[in-house]
């Protein structure tokens, strides 16, 4: 066979991508039928979707389902999030809208709620929430919230929902080529230097920890991730910056600024949960111990989404205030920072 499958499945972005090349003998097929075979749990109403969407491209071409496969082809598909495997249970639960219409829904998500539920943690995820708000606001009981991203439980900030298949299938495409503007502010320990850099690193699960992540240094490993940052602001021992993300990998940021010698100020899971920089006197560590309780969980912000509308073509741009946990902590650092020039290390 001659059929080389490329299957890449995005942590943070949820989408599948799949690439084929079509062996020589292969007869003329109609190329739903063909995916269908080659591709596991995939139905044919979601590769057709997948072809209204314009994610089905045969030599660089999008192509209708009716298309006919020719030896050689060389076909891509992205596929958007994978059916749900379980039941997803309506709940009343506060969430945050910062824009809707009639496709799309921008959340801007609170600490400490999950995205999507999981086995052992089913209820008072955002999804079980917006299952309640849609159906409620449609009046129709098959209402359901389409994810492409997600973003991590004690990350705040803006994520967007499509609210069909087809929607969701499109914004998968933009995900998937990077056609969009996500920014992201987060609060790291230490000075990176520069006031503007990029964080290159394939990242991949952590051998002694499966739930956390890890940058490896062997190209063959991993999957390839890419942050931007530029400094907004340096508090001697903190820093703020704003990240741009060229990838979404899973915990992309938190890795790549561990990985950098910059963990997130508080963030356990990448050891940002100590005091890494500063002072030995008694008054900084409880002035650092003050700002861990008052932002129990790591500095991070989904601040801002910017793609063009996947129905109208139009610019949209949604942004969003730090939650006030994250700013009281930054205006701490900056009236420390102001008070205390002479301090030494």
């Known amino acids: 066979m001659d059929e080389r499958p490329d299957i890449r499945e995005e942590e943070q972005d949820l989408y599948e991508h799949y690439c084929f090349v079509v062996d020589k003998g292969q007869s003329l097929l109609r190329i739903d039928k063909f995916l269908m075979y080659k591709i596991q749990n995939a139905s044919r109403n979601k590769i057709q979707n997948a072809s209204r969407a314009g994610n089905i491209l045969v030599n660089e071409q999008a192509v209708k ?35 809707e219409d009639n496709d799309l829904i921008f959340i801007n998500k609170q600490a400490g709620m999950v995205v999507h539920p999981a086995y052992g943690n089913y209820t008072g995820t955002l999804v079980n929430a917006l299952t309640y708000y849609m159906r ?60 503007e850099g990029t964080i290159t690193g394939n990242i991949t699960r952590s051998n002694k920890d499966r739930k956390i992540f890890t940058v490896t240094e062997e190209e063959d490993k991993g999957k390839h991730a890419i942050t931007h940052y530029r400094v907004l602001k340096r508090f001697r021992y903190v820093t703020l910056v704003e990240c741009t993300l060229e990838t979404g990998r899973t915990h992309q940021i938190r890795v790549h600024f561990k990985h950098a010698g910059h963990p997130l100020f508080n963030d356990e899971t990448y050891g940002g949960n100590a005091i890494l920089k500063g002072t030995t006197f008694t008054r900084y560590r409880q002035f650092v111990e003050n700002c861990f309780k008052i932002l129990p969980r790591q500095a991070l912000h989904a601040k801002s989404l910017r793609f063009n509308h996947p129905v109208t073509g139009k610019p949209v741009f949604i942004d969003s205030e730090l939650p006030q946990d994250m700013q009281e902590v930054i205006n701490r650092w900056d009236n420390y920072t102001l008070h205390n020039n002479g301090e030494q290390n």
Do not use: C
């Open 136 to 195: 409620k606001q449609s009046g129709d009981p098959e209402a359901f919230p389409y994810l492409v991203h997600r973003i991590d439980k004690d990350t705040t900030g803006i994520m967007v929902v499509a609210k069909n298949e087809i929607v969701q299938s499109k914004l998968a495409k933009i995900f998937f080529d990077h056609d969009l503007d996500r920014r992201y502010i987060a609060l790291v320990w230490g000075d990176p230097g520069n006031d």
């Open 65 to 99: 389902p009716n298309y006919k496969v020719k030896p050689e082809d060389v076909i891509s598909i992205v596929l958007s999030y994978p059916p749900r495997e379980i039941e997803i249970i309506p709940q009343d639960i506060p969430i945050d809208i910062a824009y």
